[in-house]
């Protein structure tokens, strides 16, 4: 039986908007002179779409080097699986232990330190990986740092820590236009303060060019020790409002320990660790100690690029203000750049044309054109989710000429009428936006191709889903209902032949969710057992494409959950036991996969979904079997009760309220 945590030994469950909230009451203003109160810790996960590998990528660099290293050039090839594979057979490494090979690669990341520690282990050879890694990138910027640069410039963030040894965090800083303080290892930390003047980069690990990087086991654990790190982390987090960790899975030793102990005398510190995939279960162990009190919360981000660009969102920044008007930047550089003060004549005319080049940039008539900005006009306001704005701005072109920009309508149009939709009941105007979302998404599956026409397929099926749920279920309206989920089965199964699940196993996974979701709906109706029976078949593809590439939509629970909530419909429908069994079982993965104590409203749901389970199973098993199915019951039904009154949700209280003195009375019964 699940047993529900105590509410101090899990972080709480929040959303970007809570974190976009925090970060707001953190900042500082510009005559203030100060630089924000808050601190972000950011990992490998923030490098990946710069083409900076992580742990496990750089192990694999090692591992070919030194399979072509020992072989003296006799191994050739860049197959890293080969060449450890030529590594075991020579008795260079021994994969045993915890270099034990896995299915799912997970080996790769306990090889890192190891092939530092045993065989790399100069500081020269260090350097040499870690700068072929990162000059492999080409020296590339991705979305994740620009946006935390213009956090910093904006007096969002005043000091930023990263374990990469990549420069990434540097270029998104100083393309703000501003220069910040940087330490990159264990000497420099007494350049940092806990109220910086100037914002602050601080490189745990080392940087690329620090002689003596931080690779093995023993260096890694060797900054926990250090009193010069201590004492700097200790002094950042007392002077700071939050701090909020991002791409980093919390394994290290040496890190964690120094946030343990910094944290050790803080413990109402207020700390958001931001996850690539959704749950809890992905945290190491270390993470989990940090997390566990007072003011720890955990945010599904997905990956680096898309958190951030939720979080611009979120704050109504958009967009880098660099990235929105470059002619701004080189105007600054003109008014800073000044002419020698000897006669240096060519060096003047130097100067003097460059200032000269920038204002001719700057003139109305030598920017782009204004026909041309439309989109880009659009897709700002879209980014800072002025939706309405953007659908206005971009009915100034011909959307039948520009695919680009139509996707961009329609797409603002079904996220008018989302917001619309929000509390649970949709107005004539969203479901105008809604079905105009739907026409326009349908003409651009005509008219597109590839990947741009697989989109357009999977929002027209995410529309039209909701348009079935937010058409009142009434004799009048139930066609038009099914009418919508017959076009998503329609529409997807014309499409899944393109995308089988060995070739594009993530395109097949988004669209049987949707099939399969469809489907559902369209059995339940009905009553149509095939049809339940077929939308079962797609969740569990659904399913398997997603955990297969880690999930990166977030979706893997919304297909688990309509799963188990099909499988329950067909257990008490046809008086099945085992397929309730297995409804409750996936109620309890979803659950123990994401726990955020008592208090997070976003749990809910999912353990209402669990007592309902657990109550119908009670229901059809014997008398034994039934009491710690609904002593379940009544655990995950106390938590929900506790959540709904944290929120101050008085009518989910006491609907909850009510389900649990139907168990305590059902528990009565058995005694």
Known sequence: MSTAPAASSEPEIKKVSDLANDLTLARDNAPSQGRGRAIFLVGAGCSVSAGIPPASGVAKHCAVKLAQ?????????????????????????????????????????????????????????????????????????NWAHACIGELVALRYVHTVLTTNFDQLVLQGIIRT?????????????????????????????GSMHTYNLRNSRTALNETSQDSGALSMIHGLLQQCDLL????????????????????????????????????HDNLSENARALLSGENKFTVWGGTADKFFGDLMAE????????????????????????????????????????????????????????????????????????????REILEQIDLSTDVDAARLHALNAHSMFEEDWQNGVASPTGIAMLESAIDEFSTLVEKTAGPTRLDNILSLANALLDLNEATPDTDENRAAGEAALRRVVEVVEAALPNYPPDAASLPNARLNLLLAQALQALGERT????????????????????????????????????LAALLQIQGENGGDAEKVRRAVMLHREMIDGARGGERSKEEAGPLENLAGSLRSL????????????????KSALERVVVAYRSEGDLEREQAAAHSLAEVDDAIAALS
């Open 315 to 390: 704050l109504r920044i958009g967009q880098p203000a660099w990235v929105a008007d470059p002619i701004a930047v080189l105007r600054e550089q003109s008014e800073r750049l000044q002419p020698p003060e000897e006669e240096l004549e060519g060096v003047r005319i130097l100067v003097e044309a460059f200032k000269e080049r920038v204002a001719f940039a700057d003139l109305p008539e030598s920017r782009w054109p204004e026909a041309e900005q439309v989109k880009v006009k659009a897709a700002d306001k879209r980014a800072r989710r002025e939706f309405a704005a953007a």
């Open 177 to 205: 236009g501003v220069l910040p303080v940087t330490a990159d290892g264990l000497e420099a930390l007494n350049r940092i303060t806990g109220k910086p003047r100037r914002p602050q980069v601080v490189h745990l690990h």
């Open 618 to 633: 009670a229901s059809m098993v014997d008398e034994a079997e039934a009491q710690p199915l609904l002593l379940e019951a």
């Open 244 to 279: 909020v960790v991002v791409g980093y899975s919390g394994g290290e030793e040496g890190i964690m320990e120094l946030l343990s102990e910094a944290t050790r005398s803080m413990p109402q510190l207020v700390i958001y660790w931001v996850t690539y995939q959704q749950g």
């Open 527 to 562: 009553e149509n057992d095939e049809q339940l029976s077929r939308s079962e078949a797609a969740y569990k593809v659904a399913i398997e494409g997603f955990a297969a590439n880690r999930d990166p939509d977030g979706r893997v629970n919304d297909a688990k959950s309509g």
């Open 69 to 141: 290293t020992y072989s003296n050039g006799v191994f050739q090839g860049d197959d890293a699986e080969a060449a450890l594979e030529w590594l075991q057979k020579e008795g260079k490494v021994e994969l045993v232990g915890d270099y034990a090979l896995r299915g799912d690669g997970s080996h790769w990341g306990a090889l890192y330190s190891h092939f530092f520690e045993s065989h790399l282990k100069s500081p020269n050879q260090q350097r040499e990986i870690i700068n072929e890694i990162i000059d492999a990138a080409n020296d590339k910027l």
